[in-house]
């Protein structure tokens, strides 16, 4: 794996990693299936893509936050005002976000970005141009060497732009679950009843970890089509995939033991997976049309993994016994 595509995978490892924080919230803190996050990551992507186009490529992002705090609200008020069960709420909140999605980007099925991108600016303000080759008198190797660095800077601009906003998502997420609020959403992920007998509202609770959760999913999205370039309505598929991913490579790697190390796991779980995904494409073996197949035998044998170490441990003490 060449060093750009290495690069290229930490820096996709850090986006989804705020994909993967959502997940995270809803799947293990909340310990509730949310099947709205393809909705709501790809309702982020078009509100940043629609508002970086109108120039606004920061309150693009901050607004793909917003409206995914919105999408979350909707599936956690169907899952507990309404009665509608989790997956099945979920499964309606992201339907309904389809056409509100196709709405946003004014009924196009995708959107280029032609007005500059956070990262964009930021190249500009430093002075990251692609270089002409008439300023280096025609001399090509030279031209090649000086593109190549440029490259290289703005890769190490975007790695740098994703591991600030992953530490201050993951920051603020370690604050908010051990005040008050967040110690009552965890509360009410790990025993519901007990929460309700408490007089604490877990309606509420589950409500405000839904919102969370999309809204960090969406963020995602905000950041991911900026970094791209460009935002089409099926950029959300497959992104539950990815987050789970991320989650279970995460824990396998690193255990379940907090809510803080959770966090910590899925940052690392995200950016290993999206370095697997990299050296597995690069490798050729597969056709580019392969990637969810091995996206999901992935997941499968991270899922697999505590299931093989239990058995791995049985047949040892069988062994054990046996010498005795």
């Avoid at 490892?13 to 996050?37: C, E, H, K, Q, W």
């Avoid at 601009?157 to 679950?177: D, H, N, S």
């Amino acid at each position: 794996m060449s060093l750009t595509m290495f690069l290229g995978g930490v820096q996709e490892g850090f986006f989804y990693a705020l994909l993967a924080m959502g997940v995270f919230i809803s799947f293990r803190i909340l310990n509730t299936p949310d099947l709205t996050t393809e909705g709501s990551y790809t309702l982020g992507v078009a509100v940043s893509a629609v508002l970086t186009v109108a120039g606004h490529p920061v309150l693009g992002i901050l607004c793909a936050f917003l409206v995914g705090l919105l999408a979350g609200s909707v599936t956690g008020i169907l899952q507990t005002k309404v009665g509608i069960h989790p997956i099945l709420a979920g499964i309606l909140t992201m339907s309904g976000l389809y056409t509100i999605n196709t709405a946003v980007m004014g009924g196009r099925p995708d959107v280029t970005l032609s007005q500059p991108t956070v990262f964009q600016k930021l190249y500009e303000l430093l002075h990251l141009t692609s270089p002409k080759l008439s300023d280096f008198s025609g001399n090509r190797d030279a031209w090649m060497l000086a593109k190549d660095t440029v490259n290289l800077n703005r890769e190490l601009v975007v790695l740098t732009v994703g591991a600030a906003l992953v530490l201050l998502v993951l920051l603020a997420l370690i604050w908010f679950f051990r005040t008050h609020v967040g110690l009552c959403i965890r509360a009410t992920g790990n025993n519901e009843a007990m929460v309700r007998s408490s007089s604490i509202n877990a309606g509420g609770m589950k409500i405000l970890g839904l919102a969370l959760a999309n809204g960090c999913t969406a963020l995602a999205g905000g950041v991911m089509t900026q970094s791209a370039g460009f935002a089409t309505i099926s950029n959300g598929s497959g992104v539950l995939v990815v987050g789970l991913a991320s989650v279970i490579i995460g824990e396998a790697l690193v255990g379940r033991r907090s809510v803080t190390i959770g966090l910590l796991s899925v940052i690392l779980g995200s950016v290993v997976y999206q370095c697997l995904i990299r050296l597995a494409t690069s490798l050729n073996f597969f056709p580019a049309y392969y990637l969810k197949l091995v996206s999901a035998v992935i997941v499968a044998v991270a899922l697999a993994l505590p299931m093989i170490r239990e058995g791995i441990a049985r047949f040892q003490r069988k062994g054990g016994i046996r010498h005795a």
